[in-house]
């Protein structure tokens, strides 16, 4: 299964666009990228999903890079209650597997 | 619907007791997940059903581990004759079919004393 490797940790001011970063060397064609969120004491919350092509919605943007290597969440205004565990996972399409790692805390400072 | 809904919300057992999880799932949504995740770590996938068949279960997932989702409603995760590494909080998910998007329950936490 292809893995994916975050920091452990990241830092951001409040109201300041946050960029976290996932590399994926491995990932194969049919592999997308998944992102979800973790609030403390909470279960995972999904954000946003790709494949090739840049991605936005409410909640964030995803950037990929054209080798598909390594990707970022981009979340434009961060705010207090963005303040979570972020996963990057690869997944492929229709298959229920989806391997998770540590993820990137993020902390916010007001 | 409010989302996945998941009973009890915390459990705390002695060893060697039996404890049961339910979830709710969103009630279109075909595809149902059991996670399981300790502190600081990612949830770890331990099975899946489609509808009311149970169609991948990790190694994880021992033979004190069961899980069943009668009519491919609601879902319960037995565990029997818990041990203490078994404290964990138990995550379910929903998915309605290949939309790439699983929405989680808050979690049963579990502590085996």
């Known amino acids: 299964d292809a893995k994916t490797t975050q920091p452990n940790s990241m830092e951001s001011n409040e109201e300041e666009p946050v960029h976290l970063p996932c590399n994926h060397s491995?990932?194969?064609?049919?592999?997308?990228i998944h992102w979800y969120r973790q609030l403390p004491s909470q279960g995972p919350e999904y954000v946003i999903h790709?494949?090739?092509?840049?991605v936005n919605n409410r909640m964030a943007s995803l950037a990929i890079a054209e080798d598909r290597k390594s990707s970022t969440l981009i979340l434009h205004r961060a705010t207090l209650r963005d303040a979570a565990v972020y996963y990057c996972?690869?997944?492929?399409?229709?298959?229920?597997?989806?391997?998770w790692g540590a993820g990137t805390k993020l902390i916010i400072k007001p | 619907d409010t989302g996945v809904s998941q009973d009890p919300r915390h459990k705390i057992t002695k060893r060697g007791q039996n404890v049961t999880f339910r979830c709710d799932p969103i009630?279109?949504?075909?595809?149902l997940y059991w996670y399981r995740q300790t502190l600081g770590q990612g949830p770890e996938f331990l099975t899946y059903?489609?509808?009311?068949?149970?169609?991948?279960k990790s190694r994880l997932l021992s033979d004190r581990f069961s899980a069943e989702r009668p009519k491919g409603s609601f879902s319960t995760l037995e565990i029997q004759r818990t041990e203490q590494g078994d404290s964990a909080m138990y995550l379910c998910?929903?998915?309605?079919?290949?939309?790439?998007?699983?929405?989680f329950g808050e979690g049963s936490r579990l502590t085996v004393l």
């Open positions: 996972i690869l997944r492929v399409e229709g298959n229920y597997q989806l391997i």
């Open positions: 998910a929903s998915e309605a079919f290949n939309t790439g998007e699983l929405f």
């Open positions: 491995t990932i194969s064609g049919t592999d997308y």
């Open positions: 790709g494949l090739t092509s840049n």
């Open positions: 059903f489609q509808n009311e068949a149970q169609l991948e």
């Open positions: 009630s279109e949504h075909n595809r």
